[in-house]
């Protein structure tokens, strides 16, 4: 996330990129709001499988403990919503689409594309979610995705391979459908508000729902400044 700051500087006004980490609790009943599935079923029904075996597990009606991770003054997810564009250079379609690829280029220290694996890892639901507010983007200023990783598992006799993303489906010109991010404000704004999200400068949150209890604040401020003390010094 910090990588971002480093790599992804938009540069605006003389404005510094920055990163803010913090911790909430969300009530179940304001956050079930954001795990229904289009198959009928919602996101708890899935973490819930009996076939996940040990790692499944009921979210219900408890509050979820969630990490923010946001960085401000950053390009933010740019780039076309088209995962089928050949070569495509969208920054957007490779956080999304590609796992274990990323698409910052020569030069950066983030081009390996594993630090988003690391979000959904980070999550006892593997899961998360990320709002972009997009530099120099009039047309679509704010985008909204997310991304779960679950193993292979059944649910109600039905099987899945455990990928799902949180977006919007859209019919194409040509008769296809499309998975796109959600870039209708008043929904944004209400993810916002319901995870105390900060996104009025451009850049990245990052929500990690249900995350590890491992995750407090003496091991982030810990683990930054042991991979980032050169770049803080400097």
């Not at 564009?85 to 030069?107: A, P, Y």
């Not at 899961?127 to 120099?136: E, F, I, K, Q």
């Amino acid at each position: 996330a910090i990588q971002n700051v480093i790599d992804a500087s938009a540069k605006i006004d003389g404005e510094i990129a920055r990163a803010k980490f913090s911790f909430k609790e969300i009530a179940w009943d304001d956050f079930k709001n954001y795990i229904n599935t289009d198959d009928g079923f919602s996101m708890n029904d899935h973490w819930n499988s009996p076939s996940l075996k040990n790692h499944k597990k009921d979210h219900s009606n408890k509050a979820v403990r969630v990490l923010l991770i946001e960085d401000y003054n950053t390009t933010g997810l740019t780039g076309s919503f088209d995962k089928d564009e050949e070569n495509s250079k969208s920054n957007l379609v490779n956080f999304w689409w590609n796992s274990g690829h990323g698409n910052k280029g020569k030069g950066t220290l983030g081009n390996a594309g594993v630090g988003k694996i690391t979000f959904t890892a980070a999550s006892e639901m593997r899961t998360m979610w990320a709002l972009s507010r997009r530099v120099n983007d009039e047309i679509d200023p704010k985008v909204l995705l997310g991304y779960t990783d679950l193993p292979y598992h059944h649910v109600n006799g039905r099987s899945y391979l455990g990928y799902a993303r949180y977006g919007i489906e859209e019919e194409l010109p040509d008769g296809k459908k499309a998975r796109n991010p959600i870039v209708d404000q008043n929904q944004i704004a209400g993810f916002e508000s319901t995870f105390g999200l900060d996104r009025n400068d451009p850049g990245l949150s990052i929500v990690i729902p249900a995350i590890s209890a491992e995750f407090c604040q003496d091991t982030i401020v810990e683990a930054v400044l042991e991979h980032y003390f050169w770049a803080i010094i400097n």
